[in-house]
């Protein structure tokens, strides 16, 4: 029997109308969340995000303000957008558009994002927050990923669960949250032996290695829950890390490239600007 599909699109619908309520609810308050988008250079992949991003602010009823700053752009000058936007009170949310141009210190520059306004959770704050469990604002994705397999209805707890990938955005924090849903979670990276013998262990399998169709139907165990992060371009098509079509006839739920996790990392985006606004 082939897999139930786990759909972002669906999720992000129902997701959508209680933001869009909620929002009401801050504004009647006088509370008026606002999105700050820091854009360097014009890499087409982040347009294609940012573009996405500002979509659904507008569907919520966030407000949004896009800076854009040329691809040469030095240190001080975004440091001193990120200082502006900190101390503008009418911002409530602030994310630096990743991937930036080699001249500029990431970790410095959202290291500068107020904490309370890091609606990406890449503070450090934020990820060694989540790292202890406590009350923070969760990196998009990985809290997507568990917002998807609870919303499925995926047995957690005892499971083991397999993620290829240890980035600071996707596979490390991914592999937390697992571990706080009490999941038995192994890490695996370039450096893994045997991975196929290791991922077939997986009840859930995440996929976060950039690599087209990288994870085939003999990797997977029966009945997996494998959860597709990759976005990868392949003949202009976009494109999973997972072998779609072969493994959804083993795998007991399969998350779809594009209309999965994408989907969910924007709705989770949403979720952290309107936390975000009520602290503020
Ligand atoms: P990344 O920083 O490049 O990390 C890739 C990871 O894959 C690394 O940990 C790497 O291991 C591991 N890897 C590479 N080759 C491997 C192999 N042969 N066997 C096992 N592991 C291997 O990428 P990322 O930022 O985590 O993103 C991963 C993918 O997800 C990308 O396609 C990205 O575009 C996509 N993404 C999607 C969303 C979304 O919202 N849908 C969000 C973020 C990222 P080492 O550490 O040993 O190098």
Same mark, same amino acid.
């Given at each position: 029997?082939?897999?139930?599909?786990?759909?972002?699109?669906e999720?992000e619908?129902e997701?959508?109308?209680?933001?869009?309520e909620?929002c009401?609810q801050?504004?009647?308050?006088g509370?008026?969340?606002?999105?700050?988008?820091?854009?360097?250079?014009?890499?087409?992949?982040?347009?294609i995000y940012?573009?996405?991003?500002?979509?659904?602010?507008?569907?919520?009823?966030?407000?949004?303000?896009?800076?854009?700053?040329?691809?040469?752009?030095?240190?001080e000058?975004?440091?001193?957008?990120?200082d502006?936007?900190?101390?503008?009170?009418?911002?409530t949310?602030?994310?630096v558009?990743?991937?930036?141009?080699?001249?500029?210190?990431?970790? @410095?520059? #959202? +290291?500068? $994002?107020?904490? !309370?306004? &890091?609606?990406?959770?890449f503070?450090?704050?934020? *990820?060694?927050?989540?790292?202890?469990?406590?009350?923070?604002?969760?990196?998009?994705t990985?809290?997507?990923?568990?917002?998807?397999?609870?919303?499925?209805g995926?047995?957690?707890?005892?499971?083991?669960?397999?993620?290829i990938?240890?980035?600071?955005?996707?596979?490390k924090?991914?592999?937390?949250?697992?571990?706080?849903?009490n999941?038995?979670?192994t890490?695996?990276h370039?450096?893994? @032996?045997n #991975? +196929?013998? $290791?991922?077939? !262990?997986? &009840?859930?399998?995440?996929?976060?290695?950039?690599? *087209?169709?990288?994870?085939?139907?003999?990797?997977v165990?029966?009945?997996?829950?494998?959860?597709?992060?990759?976005?990868?371009?392949?003949?202009g098509?976009?494109?999973?890390?997972?072998?779609?079509?072969?493994?959804?006839?083993?795998a007991?739920?399969?998350?779809p490239?594009?209309?999965?996790?994408?989907?969910?990392?924007?709705?989770?985006?949403?979720?952290?600007?309107?936390?975000?606004?009520?602290?503020?």
């Amino acid at each position: 029997m082939s897999a139930m599909i786990l759909s972002g699109k669906e999720m992000e619908k129902e997701l959508l109308a209680s933001q869009i309520e909620r929002c009401g609810q801050l504004n009647a308050r006088g509370i008026h969340p606002l999105l700050a988008v820091v854009m360097v250079g014009d890499d087409p992949a982040s347009e294609i995000y940012v573009r996405n991003k500002s979509r659904m602010c507008d569907a919520v009823g966030i407000l949004q303000q896009t800076i854009r700053m040329p691809a040469d752009v030095s240190q001080e000058s975004v440091e001193r957008e990120i200082d502006r936007l900190n101390n503008d009170p009418a911002v409530t949310g602030i994310l630096v558009q990743l991937p930036l141009p080699g001249q500029l210190d990431e970790n @410095q520059l #959202l +290291a500068r $994002i107020l904490p !309370q306004k &890091d609606v990406d959770g890449f503070h450090a704050l934020n *990820a060694g927050k989540m790292l202890r469990g406590e009350a923070c604002a969760l990196a998009c994705t990985p809290r997507g990923i568990i917002y998807m397999l609870k919303k499925a209805g995926v047995p957690m707890e005892g499971a083991h669960a397999v993620v290829i990938g240890r980035s600071n955005i996707v596979g490390k924090p991914v592999a937390m949250l697992l571990l706080q849903e009490n999941c038995t979670v192994t890490i695996c990276h370039s450096k893994t @032996q045997n #991975l +196929a013998e $290791i991922t077939r !262990q997986g &009840d859930i399998l995440i996929a976060a290695v950039g690599k *087209a169709h990288f994870v085939t139907a003999d990797m997977v165990k029966p009945g997996a829950a494998v959860i597709d992060v990759g976005v990868n371009r392949v003949d202009g098509k976009v494109t999973g890390d997972v072998d779609f079509e072969n493994v959804k006839e083993v795998a007991g739920y399969i998350s779809p490239v594009p209309g999965g996790v994408g989907r969910m990392t924007v709705s989770m985006l949403m979720e952290n600007t309107l936390e975000a606004a009520c602290r503020e």
